[in-house]
T-cell receptor
Framework: GQNIDQPTEMTATEGAIVQINCTYQTSGFNGLFWYQQHAGEAPTFLSYNVLDGLEEKGRFSSFLSRSKGYSYLLLKELQMKDSASYLCAVMDSNYQLIWGAGTKLIIKP | EADIYQTPRYLVIGTGKKITLECSQTMGHDKMYWYQQDPGMELHLIHYSYGVNSTEKGDLSSESTVSRIRTEHFPLTLESARPSHTSQYLC???????????FGSGTRLTVV
């Protein structure tokens, strides 16, 4: 079957760095996505990885290791507005997104 | 501006009513999706479409139906609403190939 695992909840301090991990087992792989979702709102696209390595975009970076079925999202210089759920999703062989349950990130002052 | 629109944003209706949630996109995307999401919970795929006259059921058993008569329009209909249908409904679209999804703002449905 297809499975995506990520921690349910994480807590970090404003100004710090946090790493959210995601492991996956899917039928085929056409890329891994990270989305941010604030409470009551729709998910918004953060990053896309299809090759191994690190993709950096401002305060956010995403890493992928296809051989390990592993990705992480790194958030630097945390701000209160980063409090949200972070969803890991893998595009399978049918180009359909398989979603993780999301990691709720709580930022404390 | 290319975008994806959902209406209504909020809806409160009585049990047994028939309702249609609207979703339209102006990006020319072939693939469209409906998800159901309870607060703080994961996304559940209820229907999807790969193009005009193409509709498929998703992983979540649902008492809803969809239609895709035009590329830009993908409405979701509940024939007889029940309190168990109370949830947020998110519509999304994507291009064919390895592109991510663009989501609408969602419809928050409450059935009383």
């Amino acid at each position: 079957g297809q499975n995506i695992d990520q921690p349910t909840e994480m807590t970090a301090t404003e100004g710090a760095i946090v790493q959210i991990n995601c492991t996956y087992q899917t039928s085929g792989f056409n890329g891994l996505f990270w989305y941010q979702q604030h409470a009551g709102e729709a998910p918004t696209f953060l990053s896309y990885n299809v090759l191994d390595g690190l993709e950096e975009k401002g305060r956010f970076s995403s890493f992928l290791s296809r051989s390990k079925g592993y990705s992480y999202l790194l958030l630097k210089e945390l701000q209160m507005k980063d409090s949200a759920s972070y969803l890991c999703a893998v595009m399978d062989s049918n180009y359909q997104l398989i979603w993780g349950a999301g990691t709720k990130l709580i930022i404390k002052p | 501006e290319a975008d994806i629109y959902q209406t209504p944003r909020y809806l409160v209706i009585g049990t047994g009513k028939k309702i249609t949630l609207e979703c339209s996109q102006t990006m020319g995307h072939d693939k469209m999706y409906w998800y159901q999401q309870d607060p703080g919970m994961e996304l559940h795929l209820i229907h999807y479409s790969y193009g005009v006259n193409s509709t498929e059921k998703g992983d979540l058993s649902s008492e809803s139906t969809v239609s895709r008569i035009r590329t830009e329009h993908f409405p979701l209909t509940l024939e007889s609403a029940r309190p168990s249908h109370t949830s947020q409904y998110l519509c999304a679209s994507s291009e064919m190939g390895h592109y991510g999804y663009t989501f609408g703002s969602g419809t928050r449905l409450t059935v009383v």
